[in-house]
């Protein structure tokens, strides 16, 4: 079955980076491109962006260029988010999601979610 | 950029009350529109894309209809594992943006 099992929660501090993790398991990892959600504390849902796993080109929406980096490893069927100089306002829950078995564009599977506290 | 917009932005409804929520964007998306459901503490789940087609698993309970720009998800008799935090998605093209978010609860 599909997994995507990120890595664990994150405490940094303000100017810092973090790299959160994705493993896909359960499907052909450069089938399906890997989307990234982000949403802060009691907030809503933002579609961060997109990568796609065969060509590595990501998509980025408006507010996650800049700082914001997809990446992949598809020797172990890993997507990445890079987050550097953080900012207490990047504190958040970071999801990575697959499309769906439907219209791959829609977010089918979801990773567990990582938790980013950015603090001083 | 496609905004979306959802009402209303909370509702409380009792058991076996047909509850609606509405979705609208700012311009036509044909049909490219999915509805996620999010319980409290909880990842996200898919329960309609293309508009109106039920995921895998889905409780028919739930439907979805609407083309174009104005999208309605219809639960036809609530139940009390509903309870939680439904959001429109649109994915004709990038930006693939979500509604606000509509918080449903239990009168």
């Known amino acids: 079955q599909v997994q995507l099992v990120q890595s664990g929660s994150e405490l940094k501090k303000p100017g810092a980076s973090v790299k959160v993790s994705c493993k896909a398991s359960?499907?052909?990892?450069?089938?399906?491109?890997m989307n990234w959600v982000r949403q802060a504390p009691g907030q809503g849902l933002e579609w961060m962006g997109w990568i796609n796993t065969n060509t590595g080109n990501p998509t980025y929406a408006q507010g996650f260029t800049g700082r914001f980096v997809f990446s992949l490893d598809t020797s172990v069927s890993t997507a990445y988010l890079q987050i550097s100089s953080l900012k207490a306002e990047d504190t958040a829950v970071y999801y990575c999601?697959?499309?769906?078995?439907?219209?791959?564009?829609?977010?089918?599977?979801w990773g567990q979610g990582t938790l980013v506290t950015v603090s001083s | 950029d496609i905004q979306m917009t959802q009402s209303p932005s909370s509702l409380s409804a009792s058991v076996g009350d047909r509850v609606t929520i509405t979705c609208r964007a700012s311009?036509?998306?044909?049909?490219?529109l999915a509805w996620y459901q999010q319980k409290p503490g909880k990842v996200p789940k898919l329960l309609i894309y293309a508009a109106s087609t039920l995921q895998s698993g889905v409780p028919s309970r739930f439907s979805g209809s609407g083309s174009g720009t104005d999208f309605t998800l219809t639960i036809s008799s609530l139940q009390p594992e509903d309870v939680a935090t439904y959001y429109c998605?649109?994915?004709?093209?990038?930006?693939?943006?979500f509604g606000p978010g509509t918080k449903v609860d239990i009168k």
């Open positions: 998605q649109k994915y004709n093209s990038a930006p693939l943006t």
């Open positions: 311009q036509g998306i044909s049909n490219y």
């Open positions: 999601a697959r499309g769906s078995d439907g219209p791959i564009a829609v977010a089918g599977h």
């Open positions: 359960g499907y052909t990892f450069t089938s399906y491109a």
